[in-house]
């Protein structure tokens, strides 16, 4: 393709695939759902549809981002409007396409969608115009539903709604025409000042100005630039970028497009962990196309720009998400970091000046160029403008991905989209940030969240992971849990990260098995802190928080594992004890049936006992227990 | 030429020059266990960590790895850069505590093993990388490298076998701070073992570390011992000498 008009051409036959003539049945085919059996929903549709001899297109999607209701089917009846199936199985299939058939849907519907958002070019396209049955109007709308109401999809923007693997449905959707735009301009540094307005900070970790990086490595002496992508997530429990790749893959490759002749780079990479090999595949399938169209190449659009892009897959290593040590990767070397000066901006990727983001930084490229910069300027608070993709899992209702605006406070996050907290629970505290975040306790709830807000409590906006705790998550058993990780993601360069930290996570051991003694937290505190000032790179300098933030925040349980010996969220199996509370257990026999070891006795419909010699602790009777006869000291 | 202030002395240096090269042209000790004035600056030990400021903003870096810059104000004794070498010196000083260079350094700074850490002694390597670094550099034979990464981090030949490509050149041995690796001559009709491998005949020399024993060649004149033979094919083919260049021991060529 060489001219808007060719690009004009691609937007209508998206158009014609988003919005067939005929009814369209979509799964949600991202890592998430496959977890959940898309792949059984995605057969098993293929076969009744070929049994009924059905009419109807079927179609991947990506992560809508409810992905505890995964697997999700959409049903798009042309008149009607997008419904949507939750927890679909190879079983309910048949039922759903036997509602199909008679033109009369099932009840058991999640939600419904009137009308899509075209984000980029502000334009909405509603479903249904006829007449609709009552059933259906009744069910309620996405936007209403306590998932989505706050959430303002840009990075997102359309994970859960394209074919990621059909160009022409990103292209349907405004994709492409902010590229188009940028080299139609012609100007490099114009594209740079609508960066900087914008105040867009990178979404890896550090939030590092992206226009100002941008301008210094475009004034970097020396030519053959490079770009490259950050897509090396490695957080436990954080998916927002492998959400993009698999739901979006051409908005990182458009963004990047940009950014390539903004700072007036030909060749590009996309670092993605091996781990991802779904996002690898869409990627793969988004690059092929991309050049099949001429949007990648040489004389991309007639313009005059040449650009190459490549995947570079990682083994995996959490320390080659540090910026340093993954362009020693794409090198070849080592994943180990180097000391910054000379940062990449100036002397990166093969010695050349080098501008390195993070994937949902890319997805929010194309997004600024064709919205302008005071738009998204207009999200945000003062300092931490646009949106943020938040990762939230742990204790709480609705598990998912979660995009909103910058300054939305920790409860509306986990309240109002997150849904609270899961059977009765008390909130205890939220990590933001990953594994080198920090843990932010209940009375800091109502912090509004951005990067500086983050930091000023002692944790980092980090990638966007946020890990919700109960009352049942005992902190220094949490603290010891990342620093593990860390210990074994440490690459081992520097001393204090490679030494420092195992021996935080040996004192911490000791502190959960009752060894922990006098003048440890201290100890610990002292350590933390210098290990963070000592430390080579970014994972050195942040692994230490988890444990500042719970001392700083929890240090009565220290104390209480330290002097009293226990465990006050019962968690740390030395420090706690089962027993049987006598008044409450009705002798329904079910925790003795379950316990492994058999320390439980007692007669039926007496109370029950439990051998504390045979315990090991298990928590097995606790679980089952219903009527809370079990109790843990 | 670059201008920069160190302990508040006024130093002025090429441009590229690092802060523990200025230190040292005005006489000011840093102490390093990584670096070495042959190699390429590494940045592992964290010994040498400076404060600097520059625009208002003061941090910490390590002196062996920071290019000096116009204007920059340095400390190389603040309670803070102090802080991090202590804590450098403990946690190596229970690592190694076998390790003479270690223990030195930690005297000196008052350092002793926390009470909470058991020592190990099994080992006196710190993993500086000077072996690593001064046979990739200075011999350019790249036998060995670390292996695995974090706390199980090692130097090692690759998959931990007899290096195929060691000469028994003894560099390693001779630039590492801790004596962490050891070599062995076998003399004439003396009988060694190899760490994990074969017995050798002398005369031989063996790298004990990288699992290697090495044949020593012998001067067709006089019998003396010149050096191992695989290292002397190495130097060969290197500068493009003569096949039988070797063959024959300094002495017995005047």
Redesign the interface.
Same mark, same amino acid.
């Given at each position: 393709m060489s001219s808007v008009k060719d690009l004009e051409r691609l937007k209508a036959e998206g158009m014609n695939s988003l919005f067939p003539s005929k009814t369209k049945i979509m799964v949600g085919m991202a890592t998430c759902g496959q977890a959940a059996g898309a792949q059984e929903v995605w057969q098993a549709i293929h076969q009744e549809v070929k049994r009924r001899k059905l009419d109807v297109v079927v179609k991947k999607t990506g992560c809508i981002g409810l992905c505890q209701h995964e697997p999700l089917l959409d049903i798009l009846k042309p008149g009607y409007p997008r419904i949507t199936y939750d927890r679909v199985t190879p079983e309910k299939v048949s039922e759903v396409l036997d509602g199909l058939v008679k033109g009369k849907f099932k009840k058991s519907i999640m939600a419904r969608i009137d009308h899509e958002e075209f984000l980029l070019d502000d334009t909405r396209t509603r479903y249904s115009k006829d007449k609709i049955p009552a059933y259906i109007t009744s069910i309620v709308p996405y936007n209403r539903l306590p998932f989505y109401k706050k959430q303002k999809r840009v990075a997102l923007r359309n994970c859960g709604f394209i074919d990621p693997e059909n160009i022409a449905e990103y292209v349907a959707k405004g994709g492409y025409f902010s590229l188009t735009q940028v080299l139609r301009g012609g100007k490099p540094e114009k594209v740079i000042s609508q960066i900087k307005r914008s105040k867009l900070r990178g979404r890896g970790g550090a939030g590092f100005l992206t226009g100002v990086k941008w301008e210094v490595c475009r004034n970097a002496d020396g030519d053959g630039k490079y770009l490259i992508c950050n897509a090396d997530e490695g957080d436990p429990g954080a998916y927002m970028d492998r959400s993009i790749l698999e739901g979006d893959p051409h908005s990182i490759i458009e963004g990047m497009l940009i950014g390539g002749f903004a700072i007036g780079a030909n060749q590009g990479y996309i670092y993605v962990r091996e781990e991802y090999p779904l996002a690898i595949e869409r990627l793969q399938s988004a690059l092929t196309q991309a050049q099949e169209e001429g949007l990648l190449g040489e004389n991309i659009l007639d313009s005059g720009f040449d650009f190459e892009l490549e995947i570079c897959r990682g083994a995996g290593?959490f320390?080659c998400g540090e910026e340093t040590a993954l362009i020693q990767s794409i090198e070849g070397n080592?994943g180990e970091p180097?000391?910054r000066?000379?940062f990449p901006a100036v002397s990166g990727l093969w010695g050349k000046p080098t501008v390195i983001n993070n994937v949902e930084t890319w997805a929010n490229v194309p997004v600024i160029i064709a919205k302008g910069a005071n738009w998204f300027n207009g999200l945000g608070t003062s300092r931490s403008k646009g949106t943020k993709v938040f990762s939230l899992v742990g204790k709480v209702n609705n598990i998912g991905l979660v995009e909103v605006p910058m300054g939305i406070s920790l409860r509306e996050i986990v309240y109002e989209i997150g849904g609270g907290i899961p059977n009765g629970r008390k909130f205890k505290a939220v990590q933001t940030g990953g594994p080198s975040g920090g843990c932010i306790p209940k009375n800091l709830i109502d912090l509004p969240v951005d990067f500086d807000q983050l930091k000023k409590a002692g944790s980092i906006m980090g990638s966007g992971g946020m890990i919700v705790m109960d009352d049942r998550t005992c902190m220094v058993d949490v603290a010891k849990y990342f620093l593990t990780f860390l210990? =074994?993601?440490?690459?081992?360069?520097?001393?204090?990260c490679?030494?420092?930290i195992?021996?935080m996570r040996e004192?911490l051991e =000791?502190i959960t098995s009752g060894r922990g003694?006098e003048g =440890?937290i201290e100890?610990l505190q002292q350590?933390a802190e210098?290990?963070k000032?000592?430390?080579?790179c970014g994972l050195g300098k942040t692994a230490p928080n988890p444990v500042l933030t719970t001392l700083h925040y929890f240090r009565d349980e220290y104390e209480a594992h330290i002097r009293g010996k226990r465990c006050p969220a019962g968690v740390c199996k030395p420090l706690i004890t089962y027993s049987i509370n006598p008044e409450t257990c009705t002798g329904c026999g079910v925790c003795l049936r379950v316990c492994p070891q058999e320390a439980i006795s007692g007669k039926k419909k007496k109370p029950h006992k439990i051998t504390s010699s045979k315990c090991i602790k298990c928590g097995a009777c606790f679980e089952v227990c219903t009527f809370g006869a079990i109790v843990i000291t | 030429m670059v201008k920069l202030t160190i302990d508040d002395q006024i130093v002025e240096v090429p441009e590229g020059t690092t802060i523990l090269e200025a230190a040292e042209k005005l006489n000011i000790y840093i102490p390093t266990l990584c670096h070495h004035e042959s190699l390429t600056s590494?940045?592992?030990?964290?010994l040498c &960590?400076v404060e600097i400021t520059q625009n208002g903003v003061t941090d910490?870096?390590?002196s062996c790895?920071? /290019?000096v810059e116009e204007g920059v104000k340095v400390k190389t004794t603040t309670e803070?850069v102090k802080? &991090?070498r202590r804590? &450098?010196l403990e946690?190596?000083l229970?690592?190694a505590p076998e390790a003479q260079i270690v223990q030195d350094l930690a005297k000196e700074m008052g350092v002793t093993i926390?009470e909470?850490?058991k020592p190990r002694r099994d080992d006196l390597c710190?993993?500086c990388g000077r072996c690593i670094r001064a046979c990739r550099e200075l011999v350019g034979v790249n036998a060995i490298?670390?292996a695995?990464?974090?706390?199980? /981090?090692k130097v090692a030949a690759p998959f931990y076998k007899s290096s195929p490509d060691c000469i028994a050149c003894g560099v390693c041995v001779y630039i590492c701070p801790t004596g962490a690796i050891t070599m062995q001559e076998v003399e004439k009709g003396e009988k060694a073992r190899i760490p994990e491998g074969e017995e050798v005949t002398g005369p031989a020399r063996i790298i004990n570390n990288w699992k290697v024993g090495l044949a020593m060649k012998r001067c067709k004149k006089c019998g003396e011992v010149i050096a191992p033979e695989f290292q002397l094919d190495y130097l060969r083919k290197k500068v493009n000498l003569p096949e039988d260049h070797f063959d024959i021991c300094l002495s017995c060529r005047e």
């Open positions: 290593a320390v080592w180097k000391p000066p000379p210990e =074994d993601e440490s690459c081992g360069k520097c001393v204090p490679r030494v420092g195992r021996r004192l =000791d003694r =440890d100890y350590m210098t290990i000032e000592g430390s080579l | 590494y940045g592992g030990c964290r &960590v910490l870096t390590s790895t920071y /290019k803070r802080r &991090v804590l &450098v946690l190596l229970a690592e926390p909470r850490f710190i993993l490298d670390f695995e990464r974090g706390y199980s /981090k």
